[in-house]
């Protein structure tokens, strides 16, 4: 059962910011979003993570509103290498049974960058 | 920084053959341990984690099983593969012990059937 809901696909040029949302109406207090990159035949790999407002790294930018129902990554001027699947997942404060399932991702955002 | 080993990196195998996936971490003590399976254009699928020595849970059920040996070792194995098991298999750590830290995962099994 999927936790969080996302764009199936975009589609983006070269140098423009792309800005993908997430909607996880289910998380819960000590839950922490966070955004990962795949490439074919690659693992994910971790992108940003947050918990409430806005987080800033070298890569991309994550806003997340008050209600943390939603949040959004931001890739500032995409590039052609910027083109994979991009997985929002809410990762559970206890680690058990009850929450392990959260950390099933998604289908994820195939993003396409073209020049 | 953690760094996941995963061997072997393509596997074809026959339907009803048994199965060995061995997984590795560097760089952690007491990792969570998981893994996961990718089918073709799909998202990745929880199978097993491990918190500890000995202690695996699963998250659904099918003809796989995983282990815990030792602490840094994850080992993914069934006893007669079926076509349904083909697919990219993950393994994926993060630090034990803490809350919300992302996974890191390793470069993936890609398992055949036939």
């Known amino acids: 059962l999927a936790k969080t809901t996302q764009p199936i696909s975009m589609d983006s040029y070269e140098g423009q910011e792309v800005n993908i949302t997430c909607s996880h109406n289910n998380i819960a207090t000590n839950d922490y979003i966070t955004w990962y990159q795949q490439f074919p035949s690659q693992g994910p790999r971790f992108i940003i993570q947050g918990y409430k407002t806005k987080v800033t790294n070298e890569v991309a930018s994550l806003f997340i509103p008050a209600d943390r129902k939603s949040s959004t990554l931001s890739l500032p001027r995409v590039s052609l290498s910027d083109t994979a699947v991009y997985y929002c997942?809410?990762?559970?404060?206890?680690?058990?049974?009850?929450?392990?399932?959260?950390?099933?991702f998604g289908t994820g955002t195939r993003l396409q960058v073209t020049l | 920084s953690q760094t996941i080993h995963q061997w072997p990196a393509t596997l074809v195998q026959p339907v009803g053959s048994p199965l060995s996936l061995e997984c590795t971490v560097e760089g952690t003590s007491n990792p969570n341990l998981y893994w996961y399976r990718q089918a073709a254009g799909r998202g990745l699928q929880l199978l097993f984690y491990s918190v500890g020595i000995g202690q695996i849970s699963s998250e659904v059920p099918q003809n796989l099983s995983a282990s815990r040996p030792q602490d840094r070792q994850f080992i993914l194995s069934s006893k007669k593969l079926l076509l349904s098991d083909s697919g990219f298999y993950l393994c994926a750590c993060n630090p034990g012990g803490t809350l919300n830290q992302p996974q890191h995962f390793g470069d993936g099994t890609r398992l055949s059937i036939l």
């Open positions: 997942l809410v990762l559970p404060g206890p680690l058990n049974t009850g929450t392990a399932s959260k950390l099933t």
